[in-house]
């Protein structure tokens, strides 16, 4: 684990938000990954059968531990999408949410 997350002001300077961020991100990177790993794994072999293994999965998304607040989670999706490298679905699983179904056009 870094230092700076053990020892909040390693530097003499004081916590900023960005600080406190890129810390999370730290921690997350450094510290939890691996665990989550391993958390997903044993819990796919305890719980879910060979065969079921090919349609269902366990999956730790640590987007919710990144995201600060849902205004601020919602603008970067509204980015993502005026920008075009999301899709309205994409961003849809990014909140475990199924995709929209198909539109079927009554204009024909």
Same mark, same amino acid.
Do not use: C
């Given at each position: ?24 991100l /730290?921690? *997350?990177?450094? $510290?939890l990954a +691996?665990?989550?790993?391993?958390i ?5 072999? #305890?719980c879910?059968s ?12 640590p /987007?919710? *531990?990144?995201? $600060?607040?849902? +205004?601020g ?9 005026e #920008? ?8 849809r ?12 056009s009554?204009?024909?």
């Open positions: 684990m870094p230092i700076h997350l053990v020892q909040s002001n390693v530097s003499g300077t004081s916590r900023t938000y960005a600080n406190a961020e890129t810390s999370a /730290d921690f *997350l990177k450094f $510290t +691996a665990w989550l790993a391993r997903e794994s044993a819990v796919s072999f #305890a879910i060979p065969l079921e293994r090919r349609q269902f999965y366990v999956e730790y998304l /987007d919710a *531990l990144l995201a $600060t607040d849902t +205004a989670r919602y603008a970067a999706y509204q980015t993502g999408l #920008a075009g490298f999301l899709t309205v679905d994409e961003v699983k990014k909140e475990n949410l199924p995709a929209l179904p198909e539109r079927v009554t204009l024909t």
